[in-house]
């Protein structure tokens, strides 16, 4: 089972749409968790980091599930410029001893 | 907001030839990080650095090496470019977390 893993899709939505992506990790002991956003061709860059309560930005949701060892990000009201591929990434240990164990992302495309 | 600068957004090299990557920071970031993202493979650590003349090895080091010489800056050197090592490479910084990126620098090796 790999570390971190995702759907690559992609995942094809019209605009207004609502769409949610899972992500799962095998390590229980998992420190912190993020959302990145990468654009084509460019660097990723934070979306939005994770909290054990759930937590909300504006349109998107990021919810994590210790129990069953997956985060999950909701993006509510798709828009054209959400069309990104998506990385899920997770802190493995605890202090400088720590490792980020990176997704190989989902792809979104929303549509016109 | 983090300022990481890579030297170069595209870069064309031969086979054979030292390649040096630089990365530049603005934020006195103690940890910078080198990634090389590659197709269905995802980022990949290379090389990290916790502190000026520290360098840890990250997953694939083979081919690597690294200099720490000053806090704002953290190079990445390909002894001698190969084929193989034709990819993306994104430099990383942080303070506690989450991690920034510069905007990277697409590197073929001929």
């Known amino acids: 089972r790999k570390e971190v893993e995702q759907d690559p899709g992609p995942f094809n939505v019209p605009e207004g749409a609502t769409v949610a992506f899972n992500c799962t990790y095998s390590?229980?002991?998992?420190?912190?968790f993020f959302w990145y956003r990468q654009d084509c061709r460019k660097e990723p860059k934070l979306l939005m980091s994770?909290?054990?309560?759930?937590n909300e930005d504006g349109r998107f949701t990021a919810q994590l599930n210790r129990a069953s060892q997956y985060i999950s990000l909701l993006i509510r009201d798709s828009k054209l410029s959400d069309s990104a591929t998506y990385l899920c990434?997770?802190?493995?240990?605890?202090?400088?001893?720590?490792?980020?164990?990176w997704g190989l992302g989902t792809s979104l495309a929303v549509n016109p | 907001d983090v300022k990481v600068t890579q030297s170069s957004r595209y870069l064309v090299k031969r086979t054979g030839e030292k390649v040096f990557l630089e990365c530049v920071q603005d934020?006195?970031?103690?940890?910078m990080f080198w990634y090389r993202q590659d197709p269905g493979l995802g980022l990949r650590l290379i090389y990290f650095?916790?502190?000026?003349?520290?360098?840890e090895k990250g997953d694939i080091p083979e081919g690597y090496s690294v200099s720490r010489e000053k806090k704002e800056r953290f190079s990445l050197i390909l002894e001698s470019a190969s084929t193989n090592q034709t990819s993306m490479y994104l430099c990383?910084?942080?303070?506690?977390?989450?991690?920034?990126f510069g905007d990277g620098t697409r590197l073929s090796i001929l």
């Open positions: 934020m006195d970031h103690e940890n």
């Open positions: 990434v997770v802190n493995d240990r605890a202090g400088n001893n720590r490792k980020l164990i």
């Open positions: 650095s916790y502190d000026v003349k520290m360098k």
């Open positions: 990383a910084t942080e303070q506690g977390q989450p991690q920034h």
């Open positions: 390590n229980s002991a998992s420190q912190s």
């Open positions: 994770v909290y054990s309560s759930g």
